[in-house]
């Protein structure tokens, strides 16, 4: 259970386009999911937080008119990078989990790997 | 900053042996849980230790907490070349919140 999809795996694309990334919450309705980006052989920096309905949260220093994250449902967020540069390439990873309190899990998506050339 | 570190950074090990690695972190938690991530893929949780707990097993993994140090290890005995991987602990940036923090990440060779 808790299957989070994650689409596409992979893509290379030149500057200036505006690329999408699709996380899907598969057997589960995710009440929150987040949206981080990791560089190579380091860790996971958290972009933004968002909540089915609402707008999302972002962290300090992430651009949020660069980073477009929209969750128009409970099994479906997306995150457009828009205008991509190649400084923008990275893995992408998204997460969800589900409940309140602070004692769920995340269950991740298998990553995005965004190159611009 | 409340990022864990983890230590080792690196761990090269045979296989059958036990692995051990280290997460500190800084602030007051309610839980800290722990993820593997294998190469170029998503992360996998493994466990959630709350506070109240100062141990917990899962199948080969053992994952105690000593939250008067601020401190919590992962043991995974018994090694196998499948558990190479990077493992990261992870906790609350705020109490009750589910946004995590995670640390460095600890990077497990097995070597067969």
């Known amino acids: 259970g808790a299957v989070v999809s994650q689409h596409p795996s992979r893509v290379i694309c030149k500057s200036g386009t505006s690329v999408k990334i699709e996380c899907r919450s598969l057997?589960?309705?995710?009440?929150?999911m987040f949206w981080y980006r990791q560089f190579p052989k380091k860790s996971l920096m958290l972009m933004a937080t968002?909540?089915?309905?609402?707008?999302?949260?972002?962290e300090q220093g992430v651009e949020k008119d660069k980073f477009l994250i929209n969750h128009a449902s409970l099994t479906l967020s997306t995150l457009t990078v828009t205008s991509a540069h190649p400084e923008d390439s990275s893995f992408y990873i998204c997460?969800?989990?589900?409940?309140?309190?602070?004692?769920?899990?995340?269950?991740f998506g298998d990553g995005t790997r965004l190159s611009i050339l | 900053s409340q990022q864990g570190e983890e230590d080792p950074q690196a761990l090269s090990i045979q296989e059958g042996e036990n692995a051990t690695m280290n997460c500190s972190y800084k602030?007051?938690?309610?839980?800290l849980q722990w993820y593997r991530q294998n190469s170029g893929r998503g992360l996998v949780h493994l466990i959630l230790?709350?506070?109240?707990?100062r141990e917990k097993h899962s199948g080969r993994l053992r994952v105690t907490l000593d939250t008067s140090k601020k401190s919590s290890s992962l043991l995974i005995t018994a090694s196998r070349a499948a558990d190479t991987a990077s493992y990261f602990c992870?906790?609350?940036?705020?109490?009750?919140?589910?946004?995590?923090?995670f640390g460095q990440g600890t990077r497990l060779t097995i070597n067969p």
């Open positions: 992870a906790q609350p940036a705020i109490q009750g919140a589910q946004k995590l923090v």
């Open positions: 997460s969800a989990s589900y409940g309140t309190g602070g004692y769920q899990p995340q269950h």
């Open positions: 057997d589960f309705q995710a009440t929150t």
């Open positions: 602030t007051s938690i309610n839980n």
């Open positions: 968002s909540n089915e309905g609402s707008k999302a949260t972002y």
């Open positions: 230790i709350r506070s109240n707990e």
